[in-house]
Each structure stands twice: as structure tokens, then as C-alpha cells.
């Protein structure tokens, strides 16, 4: 087993390590029925929702997709293998992996939250992916916490952050669409299954990485020069802030995540709808990515941000030279732990990380550049 030691922190603060901006090279929806298709047919488009809409709004209709399934990384493979196909050439990067695996890494330096992942290396690049019954057993403890005295419970909270979503997207420009469809939307059956996927090519220190991770919306349209930046938007519920002395604490403690998370895809801008604790919808905030850490600096200084990126990038490094020929890795951290563990679990092949036809494809493609 190896350990990589979080503290002391003071080694990881200064200016941040190199960052390449992250762009979509390529990208995929999934449908209503959560069916993967290679194309944008799920990229929605923000447009303000109404300010008091009550966010309880269709829970008994809530049409919810069954997450049980281990999904390891097959969409984003497939997408790859597509652009692959596409381009004739390999996916240069030395980590593949999704958003979601990224952001816990990211924000590892400044909160105590655990997580287990999957690891192999195969033709230079270490594919990451989530440990499906570590994430089972989260969800599982999350669902069985009761309501603090005059709470809601989870799953009605969790509804809400859908509910927001589904109030703020269009399915074409605002231009395009039909009054009569916006003004319906508090109406609207709510369905988390059908969601739009950015593949984004980036880049932490010395490390390059392809990321997938779902993006909300866009601003406007997606441009069509291929190198230009994309105006993304993520879509964010929480409380509203009181003059509770803790509450403006515990958002910027949440914007953390929200920003790391945007930050990984390369999205500018991110959107919070302010609720009530009975869910109501009271205000929008329209947040810039690159603006939070100087915010949460100015204020509670709960986290640093180049901290976070200089964690990851020293992290990344200690990864390349550790995780090294055949088998799958575990990579652990213990809630609360200082450290976090790096350890075999099978000595030979990819697990289920790796999809035969993957392997098959990337097969193929070295025997025709070789």
C-alpha cells in the first residue's frame, strides 16, 4: 500500500500550478429513457425561471432514473473510440476519467469527506472511475437521515435541485421557443434521466486529462468555431442566506464544490437559485466561476482555490509514478483521514473499468500505427 499525505497543506499554497483551459472535443446525451446517443440532442438552453415558484411542485410525479446500475466509464469510452475513429489518432492524455471523480479529488485538500475509486493503466493513460458500492452506501446513508426538526426530507431536497433545473431549460433558444412552453414549465412532468455530456480536453501541472461530465445548459448557443469557449452554465440550489453568523459560512463551504466542479468542464458561469426551507424558489445569484475564490478569500476564507489546484496537480503527479503496469488499484480515502491510501486489487488485466470493445478498438488502432 501507498499513502499520499494531504498535511501539512502549507506544502500546496503559493500560486497555482499550470491550468490548460479545458475544451469540448467532443460530447453525448443521454435521452429521457437515459439511451446513450453520440450527439447533442439533450443540449438545453437556460432561461430564467419565476421567482416564487414553489419547487415541491410534481414530487409525486417525479419521474426518477434508477442509478443502481454500474455504469464504470462505457459512455465516455465510446464517445472517445467514436473521436478516435474520427480523428485517427489516439486520445492524448494521461488521465481519463469523469467530472465527478475530479471534483473529489480537487476538493480533497479542504474538506473531510471520503471516497473509494477504481484505477488501471493501459496504453499510458490511467483510466478513473467511481466504486459503485462505495457510492451505493453513501446514497444509501444519505436517504436514511431524518429531517432536522421542522425539515424536508432528502429525497424531497434532492427533488428540488431538478425542479430548479427543469423551471430554468428550454429545449432551443428562448427565440424559438414557443411563450406558451416556458410559461408551462412549473407544469412539467420532472425527469432526471435525459441529461447532455461534455468531453473536455484539459490539463492540471504536468498532467493532461479528458474529462466527461454532464453540463445543465447553455447561455446562448454553442458557437460554432470549435476552438472558441463555450458559455456553459451550471445550475445551483441552496438555502437562503439568513443572518444566522454560520449561514454565509456554510454556503461558501458548498461553493467549493460548485466551483471546482465548473471549473474542471470549463464552464463560466453558475447559477444558484435561493429557497426557503420549505422549498420556495426567492431569488437568483448569477456567480462567475473564476470570481469564487477571490469571493470565499474576501470573506469566511473557508478554502483556497489555487491550494486545491496545486493539491490536485502534486496528487496527479504521485499517481503516474505509483500506479504503474497490469491490474486495477484501489484509491481510498477514509473519511476525516490525513492521507489517502493507494493499494492493488487485482494484480492482472482492467477489471470492468475497460470495455472489451474499447480494448479491442485501441487494439486495432496500434496495430494500424504501428
Known sequence: MANFEIHPLERFAGSSAAIRRPKEIACFSYDDQHKFHLDESSLRYYYPPRIG????????????????????????????????????????????????????????ACN??????????????????ENHDFKQAEWDAQ????????????????????KFETLSLLPAPWDAT???????????????SAQYCSVVRTGIGKSKLVIGGEVDAVWDCKPEDKDAPINWVELKTSEEISQHPNSLFRFEQKLLKFWAQSFLLGVPKIIVGFRSRNGVLKSIEELETKSIPAIVKRGSRAWDGNLCINF??????????TVVGEGVWRIRRRERSPVVELFKLEETGHGSILTPEFMEWRQQLALKDG
Not at 473531510?112 to 472511475?129: C, K, P, S, V, Y
Open 112 to 129: 473531510d469527506r471520503g471516497f473509494e475509486m477504481n484505477a488501471t493503466l493501459f496504453q499510458g493513460t490511467i483510466f478513473i472511475e
Open 178 to 192: 414557443p411563450r406558451d412552453y416556458i410559461e408551462a414549465r412549473e407544469d412539467q412532468v420532472v425527469n432526471n
Open 312 to 321: 490536485t496537480a502534486a496528487f496527479l503527479e504521485w499517481l503516474k509514478e
Open 53 to 108: 415558484a414553489d419547487l415541491s411542485r410534481g414530487f409525486d410525479t417525479f419521474e426518477k432514473l434508477d442509478d443502481t446500475a454500474d455504469d464504470h466509464l462505457d459512455s465516455l469510452l465510446a464517445t472517445i473510440a467514436a473521436l478516435e475513429k474520427e480523428t485517427g489518432k489516439q486520445c492524448d492524455a494521461d488521465f481519463i476519467t469523469w467530472r465527478g471523480m475530479m471534483t473529489k479529488i480537487m476538493i480533497t
Open 143 to 162: 436517504r436514511s437521515q431524518k429531517p432536522r426538526p421542522g425539515g424536508q426530507s432528502q429525497e424531497l431536497m434532492c427533488f428540488w435541485g431538478y
